[in-house]
């Protein structure tokens, strides 16, 4: 089991219309979590984060989590093709390991 | 806030020889900082954890001595490849955590190298 399992996609909606990534996590001691956009041939950029169970918010996008099922997920608004991209999801890793764990992230083409 | 840079942002160099990248958190000091790997299409692969003034933290199968790592000061770390052949072509990441801050790493535009 990988530790951060994100389904690779594509994902495809039409513009306009709301995006849903999903997130798994194995490290139930993980407490920190993120999401990070990555655009072809670019680094990763912070999108959010979020420590607690529930939502948060950030103009078009809405960060979910559940520590008790180990999900995180990420909810894009009013979709443009500029969202066009690869999300990762990272997680901290417990036991003082000071590093993020990857997800392989997924590819969301919104299209016209 | 939270400006991170590398430099080269792309090089290109022959078989054999050794090329150095620099990164650099422009408004802000990095206790930490960490370098990764990613080749086309592929995720993300942490090489290796670089603190202030200690030794860095290399992942499994990450050979120290062909990849050196310098962090010198809070705001510079250096990962040297050394005698770089083809295979070690790709994309390389630098990230960056705020000194006194949360897990969160801000990334720096990546250095693609290529082996010729």
């Known amino acids: 089991q990988k530790e951060v399992e994100q389904n690779s996609g594509p994902l495809s909606v039409p513009e306009g219309a709301i995006a849903s990534l999903n997130c798994t996590y194995s490290?139930?001691?993980?407490?920190?979590f993120f999401w990070y956009r990555q655009y072809s041939g670019k680094s990763p950029e912070l999108i959010m984060s979020?420590?607690?169970?529930g939502d948060k918010e950030d103009g078009r996008f809405t960060a979910q989590l559940n520590k008790a099922s180990q999900y995180v997920s990420l909810l894009i608004r009013d979709s443009q093709p500029s969202d066009s991209a690869t999300y990762l999801c990272?997680?901290?890793?417990?036991?003082?390991?000071?590093?993020?764990?990857f997800g392989a992230g997924t590819r969301l083409a919104v299209h016209p | 806030g939270a400006v991170v840079s590398q430099h080269p942002s792309r090089v290109i160099c022959k078989s054999g020889t050794s090329v150095k990248i620099e990164c650099r958190s422009l408004?802000?000091?990095?206790?930490?900082m960490f370098w990764y790997r990613q080749f086309p299409k592929q995720s993300l692969m942490l090489m290796a954890t670089?603190?202030?003034?200690?030794?860095?933290?290399?992942e499994q199968g990450v050979e120290k001595d062909k990849f050196l790592i310098n962090h010198a000061s809070l705001t510079l770390s250096t990962l040297t490849v050394t005698s770089a052949h083809p295979e070690d072509s790709s994309f390389y990441i630098c990230?960056?955590?705020?000194?006194?801050?949360?897990?969160?790493?801000?990334f720096g535009p990546g250095t693609r190298l290529t082996v010729l």
């Open positions: 490290d139930r001691g993980s407490q920190s």
């Open positions: 990230s960056a955590k705020v000194r006194g801050g949360t897990d969160t790493q801000y």
């Open positions: 670089s603190n202030e003034g200690s030794k860095a933290t290399y």
């Open positions: 408004d802000f000091q990095a206790t930490t």
């Open positions: 990272a997680v901290n890793k417990s036991g003082g390991y000071n590093k993020l764990i």
């Open positions: 979020i420590y607690s169970n």
